[in-house]
């Protein structure tokens, strides 16, 4: 069983901050790509950000300069920090991960998060 876990949603203000944390707990041999999905109010869920198991990432355009996704991978943890956030930032953000649970299987399940809310709004 593996599990995401994300935090650090919540409500702010136009212009401000937040950070996301996602953690991957349960039976883990190794993990590949981590990243970060947004899905608004009766919208598709997009893709914000990916980050490979070397560090290299991938932002969405709309979210490139603001946005910077980082992971610690001794802590099977990947962040998402926000900065200038606006308005249309406000949606559920979903963690996913590209998990392989033993060494003795090749393959890596897809693995989401149950998703964090963040409102922006004055």
């Known amino acids: 069983q593996v599990q995401l876990v994300e935090s650090g949603g919540g409500l702010v203000q136009p212009g401000g901050s937040l950070r996301l944390s996602c953690a991957a707990s349960g039976s883990i041999f190794s993990i590949n790509a981590m990243g970060w999905y947004r899905q608004a109010p009766g919208k598709e869920r997009e893709l914000v950000a990916s980050i490979t198991s070397d560090g290299r990432t991938n932002y969405s355009d709309s979210m490139k300069g603001r946005f910077t996704i980082s992971r610690d991978n001794a802590k099977n943890t990947v962040y998402l920090q926000m900065n200038s956030l606006k308005p249309d930032d406000t949606a559920v953000y979903y963690c996913?991960?590209?998990?392989?649970?033993?060494?003795?299987?090749?393959?890596?399940?897809?693995?989401w998060g149950q998703g964090t809310q963040v409102t922006v709004s004055s």
């Open positions: 996913n991960a590209e998990i392989r649970t033993s060494s003795w299987l090749s393959r890596y399940l897809e693995v």
